[in-house]
């Protein structure tokens, strides 16, 4: 997925990097490795549409993911939707869990 629209650059929280699930480095081809395209639909990436996922250490190889807005969106989403099935505090009182509270409000954020 090519995209040409410009749009603020969202900040992934480093707290909520991890919880982004990623496909495994050694399935993908070098320019989505390096983050010249989308790590999951490898859409060309720009400067003005990159979505900067986080330094990650995968077998210590470090690597710099970028993602494409949507398909961030739909996997923060899926990070969101799962997190209450792993978190005490969710099956307590998700209200009251700030994890699930900024995973949802960097899902509303990409959707702008």
Known sequence: MTTTETRPLIDIPTDLAPLILLPPLDDLPDA??????CVWCGGTLNTATA?????????GKHWFPRACRPCTRRTVL???????GRCEQCTDDATL????????????ELRR
């Open 97 to 108: 869990c700030e994890t699930r509270r900024a995973l949802h409000t960097l899902t509303l």
């Open 32 to 37: 989505r490795a390096r983050g010249a395209e």
């Open 51 to 59: 979505i900067d996922l986080g330094e990650r250490d995968t077998d």
């Open 78 to 84: 899926a990070a969101r939707n799962g997190h209450p």
